[in-house]
């Protein structure tokens, strides 16, 4: 089992910069992967980034490339998201993610809400 706790959301305006971190506990040694997915009123949960946890590979939605960055601190068991240059589009419910052996592990999500 793993559990995850996000925090850092919150509101800003566009063009600002939020940080979101996630601690991850329990048999976080089995993790293989781990990802920030985002959830916006009425719409699917989608991807935001993920990192591989033996290569440190990442991958990001086109729609934050450039903007995003996800990172892994293994010695304090967080996954982080650096989230820069805010848009409006952006406002959702972000949900950090662990791939453990063909099972996924959820937080309970931390609101982001950019304002024009």
């Known amino acids: 089992q793993v559990q995850l706790v996000e925090s850092g959301g919150g509101l800003v305006q566009a063009g600002g910069s939020l940080r979101l971190s996630c601690a991850a506990s329990g048999s976080t040694f089995s993790i293989t992967s781990m990802g920030w997915y985002r959830q916006a009123p009425g719409k699917p949960r989608d991807l935001v980034a993920t990192?591989?946890?033996?290569?440190?590979?990442?991958e990001y939605a086109d729609s934050v490339k450039g903007r995003f960055t996800i990172s892994r601190d293994n010695a304090k068991n967080t996954l982080n998201l650096q989230m820069t240059f805010l848009k409006p589009e952006d406002t959702a419910v972000y949900y950090c993610?662990?791939?453990?052996?063909?099972?996924?592990?959820w937080g309970k999500g931390t609101l982001v809400t950019v304002s024009s």
């Open positions: 990192i591989t946890e033996s290569t440190g590979n990442t």
């Open positions: 993610n662990a791939y453990v052996k063909y099972r996924d592990f």
